[in-house]
């Protein structure tokens, strides 16, 4: 049977890809570590304005019901007699790519030796995702409606997350001539455009055309499982569309600045960053280290300095969006201490290019780095959402991978890699 399979070959010592006759990649990650076997499906697509709601919206009508489960209740029931066996559904945003997850997660059957709850789960979550519950020609209309009122209230709900919101306010004004200014949940004004056929007949083109992925993680027998989903996926499929986290390169002469006012109690201080260097850059690991340094944990310079030092912020972190080459700084700060706040962030900046890193912010970043690193290899989901990322960005790293590199890192790299990093952005947020 395994001859419908065009081989891809082994990409690391992880995940074997084979890539299914209607184009689905699938990717095993056979391990007796875990005693759950873990599936994610991913459905890929372009980051656009016309489509971002409609994407959104379907993982949560597809959990609603099935064919073979009408209500989310008796798929529950189904799921418990499955020994707990887990599913959902839920949106991702990968750069300027928006991406449909599906998930399961199962006792592995080698524990209870019951081949037929692999096979059972498989199809359950097979009729989730394919099979859905459909009238007249679009998906049931109540579970449509609910979940637009749902994911309208999840949209709105942002502006009340103060935190977030400033954090998703700074993208949008540094990428609001690029896809990646999308909120990945959509907007709200384009719900009322939707209903139940166009949502189904929209939803049918995504499995048509978009890219899919299919992981599998757990103790299984790569040949039989894939053979498996095969018999249980093989869907008809057309040309697929092409999709990339779109990287854009920058250096900013004069950096925009951007205040809002709203009835806050603190203000909300976020900068914005081009780092100019892609998650496939053999330097991508020096600015992992760079941005450990500056804002990675309580040994960083942000925390250190205009924390603790300082007493100007509630707190102060910087983080790194991999995937579309930007870094972010943001700290919770009373409102007139925004100027003097800015100040010292830029210290900070200033004394990393200067090379100012004490041996104490270089070991423990190298350190709290590597940990994290450790545990993702302990997490099935973040496994898969490691191996994700290197997809995405046409590179192959495991956890391993990484960890290796990371100890290669010199401050000198340090200090070279911050070179490229410039100042796009400054959002705040202010009293009224």
Do not use: W
């Amino acid at each position: 049977m395994s001859e419908i399979f065009e081989e891809v070959g082994v990409l690391d010592q992880t995940f074997t890809q084979k890539t299914l006759k209607n184009g689905i990649n699938i990717y095993v990650h056979s391990t007796p570590k875990f005693k759950t076997t873990t599936f994610c499906m991913f459905i890929h697509q372009n980051l656009a304005r016309e489509t971002a709601t409609k994407t959104a919206l379907i993982p949560f009508v597809l959990k609603r019901g099935s064919k073979s489960f009408p209500t989310s209740r008796k798929m529950n029931l189904f799921l418990e007699e499955l020994y707990g066996t887990s599913m959902g559904g839920d949106i991702l945003k990968r750069g300027e790519i928006q991406i449909m997850q599906f998930f399961m997660e199962t006792v592995n059957h080698n524990y209870i030796d019951d081949k037929s709850i692999l096979i059972k789960g498989l199809t359950a979550f097979k009729d989730m995702i394919l099979d859905p519950l459909v009238e007249d020609g679009g998906f049931k209309e109540d579970y449509v409606n609910q979940e637009k009122e749902i994911l309208k209230r999840n949209i709105e709900s942002l502006y009340n997350d103060k935190f977030n919101y400033a954090i998703e306010r700074c993208f949008q004004e540094m990428c609001k001539d690029e896809a990646f200014s999308i909120y990945k949940y959509g907007n709200v004004e384009d719900l009322e455009l939707i209903d139940n056929k166009i949502l189904y007949n929209y939803y049918k083109e995504c499995l048509s055309h978009c890219p899919i992925d299919f992981f599998v993680l757990g103790d299984v027998d790569e040949e039989e499982i894939t053979d498996l989903i095969e018999d249980i996926f093989s869907f008809e499929r057309k040309e697929i569309t092409q999709v990339k986290p779109d990287f854009v390169s920058k250096f900013i002469e004069k950096p925009n600045y951007v205040e809002e006012k709203q009835d806050v109690n603190q203000g909300k201080l976020t900068m914005g960053f081009r780092t100019n260097t892609k998650y496939s850059d053999k330097d991508y690991y020096s600015l992992m280290v760079y941005n450990g340094i500056l804002g990675g944990g309580t040994h960083s310079k942000l925390f250190q300095n205009v924390r603790e030092k300082a007493s100007l912020a509630y707190y102060a972190f910087s983080r790194l969006e991999k995937n579309k080459g930007l870094m972010l700084i943001s700290c919770g700060i009373e409102f007139d201490d925004k100027d003097r706040a800015i100040d010292i962030i830029n210290q900070q900046l200033e004394d990393i290019r200067k090379g100012n890193i004490t041996d104490y912010e270089f070991d423990s970043t190298i350190k709290s780095l590597v940990n994290s690193y450790k545990e993702a290899a302990d997490s099935p989901s973040m496994i898969i959402s490691l191996y994700l990322d290197s997809i995405i960005n046409g590179t192959q790293r495991t956890t391993e991978d990484i960890i290796e590199n990371l100890y290669k890192v010199s401050k000198a790299d340090v200090i070279n890699v911050a070179e490229k990093i410039c100042l796009d952005t400054v959002f705040f947020l202010n009293k009224k």
